[in-house]
Antibody, heavy 119, light 110 residues
Framework: QVQLVQSGAEVKKPGASVKISCKASGYTFITYAVHWVRQAPGQRLEWMGW????????KYSQKFQGRVTITKSTSASTAYLELSSLTSEDTAVYYC????????????WGQGTLVTVSS | QSALTQPPSVSGSPGQSVTISCTGNTSDFGSHNRVSWYRQSPGTAPKLMIY???NRPSGVPDRFSGSKSANTASLTISGLQAEDEADYYC??????????FGTGTKVNVL
């Protein structure tokens, strides 16, 4: 069955960077895009960007442009989210989700990774 | 990119129907039907409930239905059940090749 397993919780200081992983299994990795979505405590879902797992092309939300980098390792069937210049407002649960290409929906989700930014 | 607008909460008794609206602008929805809906219970990842405005993925009960008119999409839950109590989010693929989520709606089962 399709599974997206994310790396564990992180605690970072303001100004630092964080890199989260999302390991896919149960399907051919390069066949589907991987999206990243975050949710601050008590807040709504917020789309951050996505990567085409076949060719590595990315698209980012304008809000995070310049601070976010999404990459992949095809051999490891893993996508990565790196967010730099962290502030307390970046404290959130970060989810990866498999894109359902032609339907532009998020079909399967990882379990989420809590990133806490605190001095 | 601003969020799509949803009511903060809707309520209904078991067996009743509730409808959640999701309003955006033309650039949010474009001319396509790439609107999806997600259910999120506390402490868990979202779950896809509706895609392309009105289609249900395998395993989603037919109590869940979706529609769209102009720049407003809607999710209706018929025959409300206690297990339907959760947060619901709409999402749309935009004309900028990005995605936007709604503000979220809490469904309360009285």
């Amino acid at each position: 069955q399709v599974q997206l397993v994310q790396s564990g919780a992180e605690v970072k200081k303001p100004g630092a960077s964080v890199k989260i992983s999302c390991k896919a299994s149960g399907y051919t990795f390069i066949t589907y895009a991987v999206h990243w979505v975050r949710q601050a405590p008590g807040q709504r879902l917020e789309w951050m960007g996505w990567i085409n797992a076949a060719n590595g092309k990315t698209k980012y939300s304008q809000k995070f442009q310049g601070r976010v980098t999404i990459t992949k390792s095809t051999s490891a069937s893993t996508a990565y989210l790196e967010l730099s210049s962290l502030t307390s407002e970046d404290t959130a649960v970060y989810y990866c989700a498999r894109g359902w290409g032609p339907h532009n929906a998020f079909e399967f989700w990882g379990q989420g990774t809590l990133v806490t930014v605190s001095s | 990119q601003s969020a799509l607008t949803q009511p903060p909460s809707v309520s209904g008794s078991p067996g009743q129907s509730v409808t959640i609206s999701c309003t955006g602008n033309t650039s949010d929805f474009g001319s396509h039907n790439r609107v999806s809906w997600y259910r999120q219970s506390p402490g868990t990842a979202p779950k896809l409930m509706i895609y392309e405005v009105s289609n249900r993925p395998s395993g989603v009960p037919d109590r869940f239905s979706g529609s769209k008119s102009a720049n407003t999409a809607s999710l209706t839950i018929s025959g409300l059940q206690a297990e339907d109590e959760a947060d619901y989010y709409c999402s749309s693929y935009t004309t900028s090749d990005t995605y936007v989520f709604g503000t979220g709606t809490k469904v309360n089962v009285l």
